[in-house]
C-alpha cells in the first residue's frame, strides 16, 4: 500500500516535471497560473486547519510582489533573492501583525486581516517614491528573462514545497496542535498547548508562503500595480479552490486548483461571453451536491466501498 | 396517547433502535437502559429531530412521521434534551419565556408557568437576568427542565434531567414531577438515576442495544434482579 | 504536604462573586470531594486552577511554585490536569488523537510515544475503538475519553467534574475502579460530584463549597452529618 | 487558401473590450468580403482578458502557440498588457496593439521592438495634446480665457497617471516651455475615489475646486463617476468655465441628462465625426447594421481601425514577411474612423507610435460634437459654462 | 436612576453625536458628507448584520443582489417611468421574492454544512448574479435622472444636499423597524434563538426553515430599499454594489455580531472618518486608511475588553 501510494506520487512528480517537454507554451502559462492559486490555497488552507479563516492572503501575496520587484528594481538584486526577500518580508510583517491580531477569532480576525490587506494596498499607493504610486512599478529583468519553461520549474518547485511543509504539518505534532486549536481553545491549552505560538508560527509559514508565490509572480511578469497585485481574486479564487478541493487536508486545494484552473479556462474557450456564469454554476453545484468538496467525496466513496468489503 | 410501533432507526447504516414498540397513556413511563442503549434516540425520533427509517409513531391517534420538530412540539409534547439546547446568550428569563412563547396554549399562561417554574428552581429567579451560558452546570439543567415545563405540555418527555442537579433538587423535582403527573400529564422519563426515577413511573421499560429488554411496572422493577444489579446498585 | 494551595481565591464574574476569598489546601496524594449545591464555584474553581479563567484575588501555589499569572498550558506542563464538566471531546480527531493530543503537549511526548501510550490510556480506560471517529459515540465513552486525555498529561494532580453524572450504576463502579487505579499511580485526585454514593467510597476528604466560600471540610462521613450541609446541600434523605 | 490569423486579446466583459471585439469581426468580414489579403482569408481569433493580468498573458501565450497565429491585436488595460508584454517579446510577432495608455508600457515595451505598433495615445502624449487644443481654442475664440487648471483624478492607476503628466506639464509651462505654456498659470490636482471602485462621493473634492475656482475643470476617472459627479457639482453650485471630463467611455444615455449639456470631454473620437469622415459614418452604419448596437466607446473605432492597418500594410507590403510588413506598416496612411489619418511616428521610447493626440469635445443637445482639432470641428463650443439653474 | 442607565445604554450613541457636533463644528461639510454616506453604508449593511449577526448566514453575494435591486428599479424607471422612490415598493417585494427562491433553492442545503460552504456557495452565486447583468446590460453605466436628486439648501451659511439625508432618514427607520421586529414579534424572538442555537428553535416550538427563509428573504428586500434610495444619485452598472459587500462586512465586524444599533453607529463613524480626510488637501488618498485603521483599532479595542472580563 504504502509502495504504490509513494510509486503514483514519483510518478507524478515526474510527469509535473515533465511536462515541459510535451505541451505548449499555452499549457505551461495556464499550468504556472494553476500552481499559483494552488499554492495559496493551501497556505489559506493551513491557516484554516487552526480554525483561523484568513481574508489576508491576497495583501500577503502583493506584499511579497512589491518586495520583490522593489528589491530587483531599486536594489539590483537576482530576481530569485527577490522572491525570498518577498517571503522573508511577508513574514516578517505577518509576525509583528500576527502577534496582535492573533488574538481575535472568526469574523473578527477574518475581517481584520482583510482591512490589513487594504491597508498595504493604500500605503503602498501612497507610497509614490518607493512603489511608483498607482500607476505601479516595472523592472526590466524578469525572472529568467520569462523562459517560461524555468519559471514553470520554479513554481512547481515552490509548490511541492508548500505540499511537503503541508502534509509536514498534517503529520506532526502540529497537526494536533492546530487540529485541537480549531475543535477547542479551552481544551487544547488546558492540555499544555501554547495556542499563541502555534497560531503565530502557522501564520507566519502561510504568510511567507503567500510572499514567496507573490514575488514570484510580479518577477514573472515585471511589474505590480496597486489594484491588479492586491486584487480580491487572489483571495476569493484560492479559497473558492480550498473548499471545492476539500477543506483541511492538502490533496483538497491541490484538486481544487486544478478544477477550477482549468474549468475557468477551457470554458473561456468554450464561450466568449458569459463564461463566468457557468464557472459560478460549476461552483454552486459543487456545495450543493459535494458538501465536503471533491476529495471529501472520493474519501466518503472510497471509504464507503472499503467499508462494504469488510463487511462482506 | 402516544404509541410507538415497531421502530426502526439507524444513523447511516448502523442500527441503534431494532423493533421497539412502547406506548404511553395517562401515566408516566420509565426508559432505563445503559450508555448508548439508543434512549435518546427513541427520543429524537418522537420529537422528529431523526426520522425513523420504519415503524410509526402516533400521538392521539395521529401519525407524528409527516411532521417536522415544531409541529410535533406544538401538538402538546415537551421535551428536556439531554444536552439542554439552551440560549447561551439570552438571559435565564427569556430562555423561559421562549418555552411558551411558541406554543398557543403556553402563551397566555406565561405568568403562571413562570411562578411554577421559580417554585421548583428558585436559583432561576434569583438569576432571573443572567445569561444562560453563564449558568453552572447543574443551573443550566435546571433552566432546560424548567424552560420545558413553560410549554404547558400534556405529554412531557425528560432525557435524563436530574444529571448535575444537586441531591436537595433532584429529590425536589422528582416530587414536582410527580405532582405534574397528577395533574394529567402524560410522562416520558429516561433516567439513570433509577432509585429516583422509580418513585415517579407507573411502568418503565429497559432498553438495551437498542432492543427492548424487560417492560414492567414500576413495583416490578424495583424487584428485578437485573434491575437491581445494573441499576439500583443493590 | 500540600500540592496545591489556595490563599485567599477570589473570582468575580461582574457584580456575582463566584469564588468567595476560599483558602484550601489539596494534600499530595489524596483523593479529595469537592461538594456543594449547584452554582457553588466548584467548576469555576476548577477553571482558576488550570487556568481557563484568571483569578480576580488571591493566589494559587502548586508544588512551591505561585502559578496565579500562568497560562493554561504551562500549568498543564507543571501537572494540573482536569476534565470538563460539560464534556467537550475534539470532534475532528479520533478517539486515540484526542488522548495523543494530552502527551503531545502536556507531557512533551513525541509522535510515536504518545499513540503508544495513549493506546496504552485506552486499554486502561476500556476505550474499546481506538481509532473511532467521534461522530457516533455515547456519552461514557466521552467521559472516558475526558479521562484519558487529562490523564495522558502525566499530571501530578487531576481534577474530575463530574465525570460519572449520567452514568448507571454499573458504568460508575467501572468509573471509580478507573479513578482508584490513577490515584494508585500517585496523582493526586480533586473529585466534583453531585452522586453522593461515589462520593462516600472514595473520597478520603471532602471539601464542601456554597455561594463560593467553604462551608464545611472533612471526612464524607462527618460532613455529610452536618446539620449546614443537609440542609443547604445533602436534603433529609441522602 | 489557408487563411492569415489574427489574434487579439480584449476584455470582453467590458464593454470597451467587447465592441472593439465586434468591429474588429466587422473589419475582418469586410475585407474578406472583398477577397481577403493575398489571396488568403483572414481569420480572427478572440480571447478574454477578463482584465486579470496573468489571463491576458496566457491568451497571448494561446495564440501564438495553440492557434498559431501571424499577428497580435487588441488591448485595453494597462495593468493587463504589462503582463503580456514580456510574453509578447518572446514571439516578437508584429503587434499592433490599441489600448494601454501608461508609459509604464511604453519603457517596458523597450526601444528595440521594432514590431511593436501601438495605437492609443500614451498618457503624457494626451496631456500635451490638451494643452495643444485649449490654446487654439484660447486663440480662436478670444472671449475663452484659461488659466487655472483644476485636476479631479481618480485615485488609480489611470487617473494617477493623469495627474503625474499634468505636474509634468505644470513645470514645463512655468519655465514658458511644452504644450501647456500658453494656458496653464497655475495647477491643482485632488484626488477622489471613483465609483467604478467603490467610491462615488466627490463633494469633498468639488468643493475643494469651487474654492479654486479654475478656468478649466477636468476630471479624470470612469464613465460611472460621469453623472454623479455633475449632480453633486450642481448639488454644491460648482460650475466652472469648462467642466471637461476624460473617461474612456460615457454612461449610456448620457446626452439624454439635463445635466450634460455643454459639459466638455476629452476623447478620440464621436458619432458626430460621421459628418466630416466618410470612413467614420461608414463604419458608423455598418457597425449598427451588423450588430443592431450603437458604438457606445472610442474602443470600436479603434479596434476597427486596428485591423485596417495591419490589412493596408499586408496589402502594400504584397507579404507576410516580417521585415517588409514592418517597413509597409511605418508607411502606412490610414484615415482612419477615428476620423484622423493614422500614421506612425516615434513616441518618447518606441518607435511605432500611431494617435498622439485625442480630441476635444462637448456635449451639445444630446450628441457629443467636435470643438477641436479645429480643422474637425462639428460646432463652436458652448462657453462658459451655463450655471444649474433650470437643469 | 433611570436616566442615568438610560445615559449608559445609548453611551455610543451620545458619544457620536457629541463628534457629529465637533466636527460640524470644525469641518461642516465633512460632518453633513459623512453623516450621508455612513448613513448609506449603514442602511445598506444593517441587512447583512440581520443575517449574518443574528441569525449567521454568510452572503457575499450581498452587494450583488444591491446591484440586481438597482437595476430592477431602474427598469421600472425606465419602463413604467416610476419615480425611483416609489419603485422603492415594488422592488421590495420582487427582492423578498427572490431571496426567498435563492434561498429554497441553494441556501437551505447549505445551512447544516456551516460558513465556509455558504461563503462558497454565495460566492458563486456573486459571480452568477454579476455576470448575468454585465451580460444583460453590459458594464457600461446607465442612469436615471430626477430632478430632485441634487437640490440644496443653506443653512448658517452652510450649502448642503438635501437629497442624500435620505439615506440618514431610510437608514434610521430601517434599523428602528427591523429593532422593534426583533424585539417585539414573536418571529423577531424566534430569529435570535435560532441564531443562537437552531436545535434549541425547533425544541420550543420555531420553525427554524420559515425563520432563516423570511430572515434571508427581508434581508434582500431590504436592499430594494437602498436600490431606491441610490438610484437617483447613483451610476448604474453591475458591480455598482460589490463594493458595499466588503463594506457591510467590516461594519458587521466592528459593531460586533448581531449589534444592529451598533451598525449605525460604525456607519457614521466610518463615513465622518472618511470625509474628514478627504477635506484635506493633498491627503485624499489616505481616507482608506482611516476607514480601515478605525475598523481594525475598535475591533482590536472591543476584543481586549472582552478578554479582560
Ligand atoms: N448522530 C449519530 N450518528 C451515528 N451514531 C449515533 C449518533 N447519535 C447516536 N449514535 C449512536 O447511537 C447509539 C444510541 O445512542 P443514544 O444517544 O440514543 O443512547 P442513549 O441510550 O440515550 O445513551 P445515553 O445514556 O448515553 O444518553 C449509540 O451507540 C451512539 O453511538
Ligand atoms: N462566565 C460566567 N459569567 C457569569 N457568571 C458565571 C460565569 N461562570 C459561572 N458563573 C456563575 O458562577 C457561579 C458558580 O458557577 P460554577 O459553574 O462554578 O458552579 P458549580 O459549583 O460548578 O455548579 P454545578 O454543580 O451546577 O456545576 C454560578 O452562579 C454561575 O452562574
Ligand atoms: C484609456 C484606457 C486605455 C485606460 C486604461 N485603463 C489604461 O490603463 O491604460
Ligand atoms: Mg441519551
Ligand atoms: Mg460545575
Known amino acids: ?312 | 396517547m402516544l404509541e410507538v410501533k415497531n421502530l426502526f432507526v439507524s444513523y447511516g447504516r448502523i442500527q441503534v433502535i431494532t423493533d421497539f414498540s412502547f406506548n404511553v397513556g395517562a401515566e408516566a413511563v420509565g426508559l432505563f437502559g445503559p450508555n448508548g442503549a439508543g434512549k435518546t434516540t427513541l427520543i429524537n425520533s418522537i420529537i422528529g429531530l431523526v426520522k425513523p427509517r420504519s415503524g410509526e409513531i402516533l400521538f392521539e391517534g395521529e401519525s407524528l412521521l409527516p411532521y417536522e420538530t415544531h409541529s410535533i412540539v406544538r401538538k402538546g409534547i415537551s421535551v428536556v434534551p439531554q444536552d439542554g439546547e439552551l440560549f447561551p446568550i439570552m438571559t435565564v428569563l427569556e430562555n423561559l419565556k421562549i418555552g411558551a412563547s411558541y406554543i398557543k396554549e403556553a402563551r397566555d399562561k406565561v405568568n403562571e408557568r413562570l411562578e411554577f417554574v421559580f417554585g421548583i428552581f428558585p436559583v432561576l429567579k434569583e438569576r432571573a437576568y443572567q445569561l444562560a451560558g453563564t449558568m453552572s452546570g447543574g443551573q443550566q439543567r435546571m433552566l432546560a427542565v424548567g424552560r420545558s415545563l413553560m410549554a404547558v405540555p400534556r405529554l412531557l418527555i425528560l432525557d435524563e434531567p436530574s444529571v448535575g442537579l444537586q441531591p436537595t433538587l433532584v429529590t425536589e423535582l422528582f416530587e414536582k414531577l410527580s405532582m405534574i403527573k397528577s395533574e394529567g400529564v402524560s410522562m416520558i422519563l429516561s433516567e439513570q438515576n433509577v432509585r429516583q426515577g422509580l418513585k415517579v413511573i407507573d411502568r418503565g421499560y429497559v432498553i438495551e442495544n437498542g432492543t427492548l429488554a424487560i417492560e414492567s411496572t414500576a413495583d416490578d422493577l424495583m424487584h428485578n434482579e437485573h434491575v437491581k444489579r445494573s441499576y439500583l446498585g443493590l | 504536604m500540600s500540592i496545591l494551595k489556595l490563599d485567599k481565591v477570589t473570582k468575580r464574574f461582574g457584580g456575582l462573586v463566584a469564588v468567595d476569598n476560599v483558602s484550601m489546601e489539596i494534600q499530595q496524594g489524596e483523593i479529595l470531594g469537592l461538594i456543594g449545591p449547584n452554582g457553588a464555584g466548584k467548576t469555576t474553581l476548577t477553571n482558576l486552577i488550570s487556568g481557563v479563567h484568571m483569578v480576580s484575588e488571591g493566589k494559587i501555589i502548586f508544588d512551591g511554585i505561585d502559578i496565579t499569572f500562568l497560562p493554561a498550558h504551562k500549568r498543564c506542563n507543571l501537572g494540573i490536569a482536569r476534565t470538563f464538566q460539560i464534556a467537550r471531546p475534539l470532534k475532528n480527531l479520533t478517539v486515540v488523537e484526542n488522548i495523543m493530543v494530552g502527551g503531545l503537549f502536556g507531557n512533551g511526548e513525541k509522535l510515536k510515544e504518545s499513540k503508544k501510550s495513549a493506546l496504552r490510556l485506552c486499554e486502561t480506560i476500556g476505550l474499546e475503538e481506538p481509532d473511532q471517529t467521534l461522530d457516533k459515540i455515547t456519552v461514557l465513552d466521552i467521559k472516558k475519553i475526558e479521562i484519558a486525555r487529562a490523564m495522558a498529561t502525566k499530571p501530578k494532580i487531576l481534577f474530575l467534574d463530574e465525570v460519572m453524572s449520567g452514568l448507571n450504576m454499573d458504568e460508575t463502579r467501572e468509573m471509580i475502579d478507573t479513578v482508584r487505579k490513577i490515584r494508585g499511580t500517585g496523582v493526586t485526585i480533586c473529585i466534583i460530584e453531585h452522586v453522593m454514593s461515589v462520593i462516600r467510597e472514595i473520597t478520603e476528604r471532602v471539601i464542601v463549597l456554597d455561594r463560593g466560600t467553604i462551608l464545611a471540610e472533612g471526612p464524607y462521613s462527618e460532613v455529610s452529618q452536618q446539620h449546614n450541609v443537609i440542609t443547604a446541600y445533602l436534603g433529609e434523605d441522602a | 487558401a489557408t487563411p492569415i490569423k489574427i489574434g487579439a486579446v480584449v476584455p470582453l466583459g467590458d464593454i470597451t473590450g467587447d465592441q472593439s471585439a465586434k468591429a474588429m469581426k466587422l473589419a475582418i468580414d469586410e475585407i474578406n468580403a472583398a477577397g481577403g489579403l493575398l489571396g488568403r482569408p483572414l481569420e480572427l481569433i478572440v480571447v478574454d482578458s477578463e482584465l486579470k493580468p496573468e489571463k491576458g498573458a496566457a491568451a497571448i501565450e494561446k495564440l501564438a502557440t495553440v492557434d498559431k497565429v501571424d499577428f497580435f491585436v487588441g488591448g485595453m488595460a494597462s495593468s493587463v498588457h504589462l503582463a503580456q508584454i514580456p510574453v509578447m517579446k518572446r514571439y516578437q510577432k508584429i503587434t499592433i496593439w490599441s489600448g494601454a495608455a501608461s508609459y509604464l508600457c511604453e519603457n517596458a515595451v523597450g526601444p528595440d521592438a521594432d514590431w511593436y505598433f501601438h495605437l492609443h495615445p500614451w498618457d503624457y502624449q494626451q496631456g500635451a495634446s490638451y494643452g495643444l487644443g485649449w490654446t487654439e481654442l484660447a486663440e480662436a475664440y478670444p472671449d475663452i480665457e484659461i488659466e487655472k487648471i483644476f485636476l479631479a483624478y481618480e485615485e488609480g492607476g489611470f487617473g494617477s497617471a493623469s495627474h503625474e503628466s499634468y505636474l509634468v506639464l505644470q513645470s514645463q509651462a512655468n519655465q514658458g516651455e511644452g504644450a501647456w505654456a500658453a494656458v496653464m498659470g497655475d495647477y491643482m490636482g485632488v484626488s477622489f475615489k471613483s465609483a467604478a471602485l467603490g467610491g462615488g462621493d466627490y463633494r469633498a473634492m468639488l468643493q475643494q475646486a469651487k474654492a479654486y475656482d479654475p478656468d478649466l475643470f477636468v476630471w479624470a476617472g470612469y464613465d460611472a463617476d460621469a453623472l454623479p459627479m455633475l449632480q453633486q457639482a450642481k448639488e454644491i453650485g460648482f460650475a466652472p468655465k469648462f467642466f471637461v471630463g476624460a473617461p474612456p467611455g460615457w454612461p449610456a444615455h448620457f446626452g439624454d441628462s439635463p445635466l450634460a449639456e455643454a459639459v466638455t470631454l476629452y476623447g478620440m473620437w464621436a458619432p458626430t465625426i460621421n459628418k466630416v469622415s466618410p470612413t467614420a459614418e461608414h463604419f458608423w452604419n455598418a457597425y449598427i447594421e451588423k450588430y443592431n448596437e450603437e458604438p457606445a466607446t472610442y474602443f470600436a473605432p479603434l479596434g476597427y481601425t486596428n485591423i485596417y492597418f495591419l490589412a493596408e500594410g499586408i496589402k502594400a507590403a504584397g507579404t507576410l514577411d516580417k521585415a517588409e510588413l514592418i517597413k509597409a506598416l511605418e508607411e502606412v496612411e490610414y484615415a482612419s474612423p477615428i476620423g484622423e489619418v493614422l500614421k506612425m511616428s516615434p513616441s518618447n521610447v518606441i518607435k511605432h507610435q500611431g494617435f498622439t493626440g485625442q480630441k476635444i469635445l462637448q456635449w451639445q443637445g444630446g450628441e457629443q460634437q467636435v470643438i477641436w482639432p479645429l480643422n474637425l470641428k462639428t460646432a463652436e463650443p458652448i462657453y462658459p459654462f451655463p450655471s444649474w439653474e433650470g437643469r | 436612576m433611570e436616566s442615568i442607565s438610560f445615559l449608559r445604554k445609548h453611551r455610543n450613541l451620545f458619544l457620536l453625536i457629541a463628534v457629529i457636533i465637533v466636527v460640524a463644528i470644525w469641518k461642516p461639510h465633512a460632518a453633513i458628507y459623512g453623516l450621508q454616506r455612513g448613513s448609506l453604508y449603514s442602511l445598506v449593511g444593517l441587512p447583512l448584520s440581520l443575517t449574518l449577526g443574528v441569525v449567521g448566514i454568510m452572503n457575499l453575494a450581498h452587494g450583488d443582489f444591491l446591484s440586481l435591486g438597482i437595476y430592477f428599479v431602474y427598469l421600472f424607471a425606465t419602463n413604467l417611468g416610476m419615480d425611483p422612490l416609489v419603485s422603492i415598493i415594488p422592488v421590495f417585494f420582487l427582492l423578498f421574492g427572490l431571496g426567498v427562491v435563492i434561498y429554497k433553492l441553494t441556501i437551505t442545503r447549505v445551512m447544516k454544512s456551516g460558513h465556509l460552504n455558504q461563503l462558497l456557495l454565495t460566492f458563486g452565486i456573486s459571480m452568477i448574479v454579476l455576470e448575468a447583468m454585465n451580460l444583460i446590460w453590459t458594464s457600461r453605466p446607465r442612469s436615471v435622472y430626477v430632478e430632485y436628486s441634487s437640490s440644496s439648501t443653506t443653512i448658517a451659511g452652510v450649502r448642503f444636499g438635501t437629497y442624500e439625508l435620505l439615506y440618514v432618514v431610510f437608514a434610521f427607520a430601517v434599523l428602528i423597524a427591523l429593532q422593534l421586529f426583533l424585539k417585539k414579534t414573536r418571529l423577531g424572538q424566534a430569529t435570535f434563538a435560532v441564531g443562537q442555537n437552531p436545535q434549541g428553535a425547533k425544541i420550543v416550538g420555531i420553525n427554524t426553515g420559515f425563520v432563516y427563509l423570511f430572515v434571508f428573504g427581508i434581508s434582500i428586500a431590504i436592499l430594494g430599499i437602498a436600490a431606491g434610495v441610490m438610484v437617483p444619485r447613483f451610476a448604474i452598472f453591475p458591480s455598482v454594489g460589490s463594493a458595499f459587500t466588503m463594506k457591510s462586512f467590516c461594519l458587521v465586524a466592528m459593531a460586533g455580531l448581531g449589534n444592529l444599533p451598533g451598525i449605525l453607529v460604525s456607519g457614521i463613524v466610518l463615513g465622518v472618518g472618511e470625509a474628514i480626510v478627504q477635506s484635506i488637501p493633498g491627503y485624499a488618498g489616505w481616507s482608506d486608511i482611516v476607514f480601515f485603521g478605525v475598523l481594525i483599532a475598535v475591533i482590536m479595542i472591543r476584543s481586549l475588553r472582552r478578554q479582560s472580563l
Do not use: C
Not at chain 1, 42 to 64: E, H, K, V
Not at chain 1, 110 to 120: D, K, P, Q, W
Open chain 1, 1 to 312: 500500500m504504502k509502495i504504490t501510494k509513494s510509486l503514483v506520487i514519483i510518478i507524478l512528480l515526474i510527469a509535473a516535471a515533465l511536462l515541459p517537454v510535451v505541451t505548449e507554451a499555452y499549457f505551461i502559462s495556464v499550468a504556472i497560473t494553476i500552481l499559483t492559486f494552488m499554492t495559496l490555497s493551501i497556505s489559506w488552507d493551513m491557516m484554516l486547519r487552526t480554525g483561523q479563516l484568513s481574508f489576508g492572503t491576497a495583501g500577503f501575496f502583493g506584499l511579497g510582489g512589491y518586495t520583490g520587484i522593489i528589491a530587483v528594481a531599486d536594489f539590483g538584486v537576482d530576481p530569485l533573492v527577490g522572491i525570498i526577500l518577498g517571503g522573508l518580508l511577508a513574514g516578517g510583517v505577518s509576525l509583528l501583525l500576527g502577534m496582535a491580531i492573533l488574538r481575535l477569532r472568526g469574523l473578527y480576525f477574518a475581517i481584520t486581516t482583510m482591512a490589513l490587506a487594504s491597508v498595504f494596498m493604500v500605503v503602498i499607493r501612497n507610497l509614490n517614491k518607493l512603489t511608483g504610486g498607482p500607476s505601479g512599478k516595472i523592472v526590466y529583468t524578469t525572472l529568467f528573462n520569462y523562459d517560461s519553461v524555468k519559471v514553470y520549474w520554479l513554481m512547481l518547485g515552490i509548490t511541492v514545497g508548500t505540499i511537503v511543509v503541508s502534509e509536514v504539518f498534517q503529520r506532526t505534532r502540529v497537526h494536533f496542535a492546530i487540529d485541537s486549536i480549531r475543535a477547542d481553545e479551552t481544551v487544547a491549552k488546558s492540555h499544555g498547548v501554547n495556542i499563541y505560538k502555534y497560531l503565530i508560527f502557522v501564520f507566519v509559514v502561510t504568510s511567507i508562503i503567500q510572499g514567496v508565490i507573490g514575488s514570484t509572480y510580479a518577477l514573472q511578469y515585471g511589474f505590480v500595480y496597486p489594484e491588479s497585485s492586491f486584487s480580491a481574486h487572489y483571495l476569493l479564487l484560492p479559497i473558492a479552490m480550498a473548499l471545492v478541493g476539500g477543506i483541511y487536508s492538502t490533496i483538497g486545494p491541490v484538486l481544487g486548483a486544478i478544477i477550477l484552473g482549468l474549468s475557468s479556462e477551457y470554458l473561456k474557450l468554450i464561450m466568449p461571453y458569459g463564461h463566468l456564469i457557468f464557472y459560478g454554476v460549476i461552483i454552486v453545484v459543487v456545495v450543493l451536491f459535494l458538501p465536503n468538496g471533491v476529495y471529501g467525496a472520493i474519501k466518503d466513496v472510497t471509504g464507503f466501498r472499503k467499508r462494504r468489503l469488510e463487511e462482506r
